[in-house]
Each structure stands twice: as C-alpha cells, then as structure tokens.
C-alpha cells in the first residue's frame, strides 16, 4: 500500500521530523514484515505491516512498528 500523497505525521504527540533532512513532510507506505515461520509454511501475509514513512525531501525512510491494542 502506498500513498503518494503528502501529509504531516504526528508520532508519540510530535510532529515527525526527518532524521536526515529536518523535513516534515512524508508519504506513507506499509512494508510487510517476514518472519522466519511465516515465510516457511508460505503464510506471510499473516504477519503485521510496518508504517513506513518516507521523507518528501530526501526519500530516507522512518519505519515504525504496529501498535498492539
């Protein structure tokens, strides 16, 4: 899934900055995550999608793991 639409993102109440460039302007796009077990018995979309936030200026990525509710 991707969106290439731009968007601020707020993470643990602040505006996410770009570890890189400084900038705040991000698209997301979710990255599958594989697991050994998963991959094996050929069952991997049964594993959690990360966030991946990737910087309008640069294109560095901020991956961030799925909260568990």
């Known amino acids: 899934m991707s969106n290439r639409e731009l968007h601020q993102v707020e993470v643990v ?3 996410l ?5 400084g900038h705040d302007w991000f698209y997301l796009h979710k990255a ?7 991959t ?3 069952v991997g ?9 990737i910087c309008g200026r ?3 990525i901020h ?7």
């Open 17 to 21: 900055q770009c570890v890189v460039c």
């Open 32 to 38: 599958q995550l594989a697991t050994v077990v998963a």
């Open 40 to 42: 094996f018995f050929e």
């Open 58 to 60: 640069c294109d560095y």
């Open 13 to 15: 109440g602040r505006i």
């Open 63 to 69: 991956w961030f793991y799925p909260q568990q509710g």
């Open 45 to 53: 979309w049964l594993n959690p999608a990360a966030d991946c936030y």
